[in-house]
C-alpha cells in the first residue's frame, strides 16, 4: 500500500505518517500527530492534540480524535491519546486526550469495533477486541476490560471499571462497576447473569464456565459482601485448579473496585 493523501487534506509539517496511510478528502492532521502503517483516515476527520496511532485502523468520515478533554479544570497542558492497531472507528466518533489530574493519556487497545456516535472521554482506558455500539457515552476515567460488549445509547458514570468479557444491553445506565463475565441492562443496570456464550467462543472450557458461574452466585445471589465473596472466591480457585486464571480475573477486579459493584452489599 502506498501512502494516499488527498489533496484538499491538510497535514501539518510535524505530523508523523507511515508511508503507506491514507487520507481522504478535507480531513486535518495536526503537527503533535504520530499514525502507523496501513491506518486509513476518511474524508473530513480531524486528528489533533498528542496522538499516536498505531497500524491498520480504519477511521470513517467525520471522527474527531485527540481533542481537548471536556474538562474545565483542563488548563491547556499536554495531555496525550493513545491508540493501538486494528481499530475500526466509525462515524462521529469522538475521543479526547487525558488530563493531568489522572494519568495523563487516554488510551484505546487494538482491535476495537467502535460504531458511530460514540463519545470517548480524558483519560478512559479501553482494553482490546471490545465492541462499543452507536451512540455508547463515556465519561471520563472508565476503564473497560478486553471483549466487553456495551449496547447502542448506553451511558456510563465517570471513575466506572467495567470487566472483561462482560455485555452491558442497550441504553442501559451504568453507575457502579461491573465485574468480567456478567452481562445485564437497565435504567439502572441491573445483572441477569454470566456471558456464557461469549466465553464459549473465546474457548472456555465447561470446567473455567462452571467456576465463573459459581462465583456469579456467591456474588448476586447469596448477596455477600465483597470482601466476603472476594474470600469465597480464592475457596473456588482451590475447588476448580483449571479455572485459577479465569477467577483471577474477578478476585483481581473485586478487589481494584471503588465504586462499588451492582446489586452487592457493602
Sequence with gaps: MQQDIHPTAIISPGAVLDKSVQVGAYSVIGPNVTIGQGTVVGSHCVIDGHTKIGKNNTFYRFCSIGGIPQDKKYDDEITYLEIGDGNTIREFVTINTGTVQDIGVTRLGNNNWIMAYVHIAHDCQIGSDTVIANSVQLAGHIQIGDWAVLGGLSAVHQYVKIGAHSMIGGTSSVRQDIPPYVIGAGDPFKPVGVNTEGLRRRGYKPTELLAI??????????KLKIA???????????KYPEANESLKLLIDFLKQSERGIYNSCY
Design 213 to 222: 458461574k459459581e462465583a456469579y452466585k456467591l456474588i448476586y445471589r447469596r
Design 228 to 238: 466476603e465473596a472476594y474470600n469465597e472466591i480464592l475457596e473456588l480457585q482451590k
